[in-house]
């Protein structure tokens, strides 16, 4: 079982910054993907960025350039740098980690809002 505790949402104006956190329990080295997903109201799930163990980033395109996502193995957490950020990215931010035993894990949510 992985644990995962999200911090950093809140409220920002258009072309302001964020850094999302996500702090997870276990061994990371069980750990295969972390990723970041949001969900804007009436809409579904969907991927904003993804990191593998081996280093490989993957970006959904509206944040590709705006949006860093990284880890750091010594402190079992994920990062989501949000720069330029713009009204349509207002969304719940969800952290999610992929075991190698396949097993994948979602944190609580946290709410970014920006204004215009």
């Known amino acids: 079982q992985v644990q995962l505790a999200e911090s950093g949402g809140g409220l920002v104006q258009a072309g302001g910054s964020l850094r999302l956190s996500c702090a997870h329990s276990?061994?990371?080295?069980?750990?295969?993907?972390m990723g970041w997903y949001r969900q804007a109201p009436g809409k579904q799930r969907e991927l904003v960025a993804t990191?593998?163990?081996?280093?490989?980033?993957n970006y959904e395109d509206s944040v590709k350039g705006r949006f860093t996502i990284s880890r750091d193995y010594a402190k079992n957490t994920a990062y989501l740098q949000m720069n330029s950020l713009k009204p349509e990215d207002t969304a719940i931010y969800y952290c999610?980690?992929?075991?190698?035993?396949?097993?994948?894990?979602w944190g609580q949510g946290t709410q970014v809002t920006v204004s215009s």
């Open positions: 990191l593998t163990s081996g280093g490989l980033t």
């Open positions: 276990g061994s990371g080295s069980s750990i295969t993907a």
């Open positions: 999610n980690v992929v075991r190698y035993s396949g097993f994948s894990y």
